[in-house]
């Protein structure tokens, strides 16, 4: 087993998942088609969001996609839904798709440039 480091686990993660751009993730935001899952911790999400979405930060996100877990989220039980993942920059989300990914997760995808890309292209932010 070889030592990696992080930015390489996200290089890899990134080579396994597909990312859309935000003015993708605009669009389905404003369609509401599409379950947006901000992966962010919940400071970060209360400081500002994308409208629609919900916080499910990424340490617990997995066992929030476990029907037999307390603490569990039904809208990410059915592994063939549409998800859009974001964080920060998108790194997180990287990984967090790349995890959903292994669990089974047909239709998950990591917003592109994260959270920052999203406020750099002026688009509507959130906050509550």
């Given at each position: 087993?070889?030592?990696?480091?992080?930015?390489?686990?996200?290089?890899?993660a990134?080579?396994?998942?597909?990312?859309?751009?935000?003015?993708?993730?605009?669009k389905?935001?404003?369609?509401?088609?599409?379950?947006?899952?901000?992966?962010?911790?919940p400071?970060?999400?209360?400081?500002?969001?994308?409208?629609?979405?919900?916080n499910?930060?990424?340490?617990?996100?997995?066992?929030?996609?476990?029907?037999?877990?307390?603490?569990?989220?039904?809208?990410?039980?059915?592994?063939?839904a549409?998800?859009?993942?974001?964080c920060?920059?998108?790194?997180?989300?990287?990984?967090?798709?790349?995890?959903?990914?292994l669990?089974?997760?047909?239709a998950?995808?990591?917003?592109?440039?994260?959270?920052?890309?999203?406020?750099?292209?002026?688009?509507?932010?959130?906050?509550?």
């Amino acid at each position: 087993m070889t030592d990696s480091t992080v930015q390489q686990l996200i290089s890899e993660a990134k080579k396994e998942i597909v990312e859309v751009d935000v003015l993708k993730v605009e669009k389905i935001s404003k369609e509401g088609s599409q379950l947006i899952v901000d992966v962010r911790e919940p400071a970060e999400y209360s400081e500002g969001h994308i409208e629609g979405s919900i916080n499910v930060p990424r340490g617990v996100l997995e066992f929030r996609t476990d029907p037999t877990y307390p603490g569990g989220i039904p809208s990410l039980y059915d592994k063939s839904a549409a998800i859009i993942l974001y964080c920060r920059s998108g790194a997180r989300s990287a990984l967090a798709a790349q995890s959903l990914k292994l669990l089974g997760y047909e239709a998950v995808v990591s917003m592109a440039g994260g959270f920052v890309a999203w406020e750099s292209s002026n688009l509507l932010v959130v906050t509550y």
